[in-house]
């Protein structure tokens, strides 16, 4: 997961921050921290090289369904 998000964040101009973390005590809960400048370069994620290669790989691995929370900025 650090290499996807090495990737994120050398290859997308919309991508403010991009951060992989695990829980504490945890050797398998990671939750994805990410900020984008807008919409456009949030969706714009979804279609990069590096994640389309990634998310079989990912989705092969996972013990329950991938979640998403989206925050937007107030």
Do not use: Q
């Amino acid at each position: 997961m650090s290499d996807l998000a090495h990737h994120v964040r050398a290859s997308e101009a919309g991508c403010d921050s991009y951060t992989v973390t695990r829980a504490m005590g945890s050797e398998a809960h990671f939750v994805v921290h990410a900020r984008f400048l807008d919409w456009n370069a949030f969706e714009g994620h979804a279609d990069t090289p590096h994640l389309n290669r990634f998310m079989p790989r990912l989705s092969a691995l996972l013990a329950a369904p991938l979640s998403m929370e989206i925050f937007l900025e107030v």
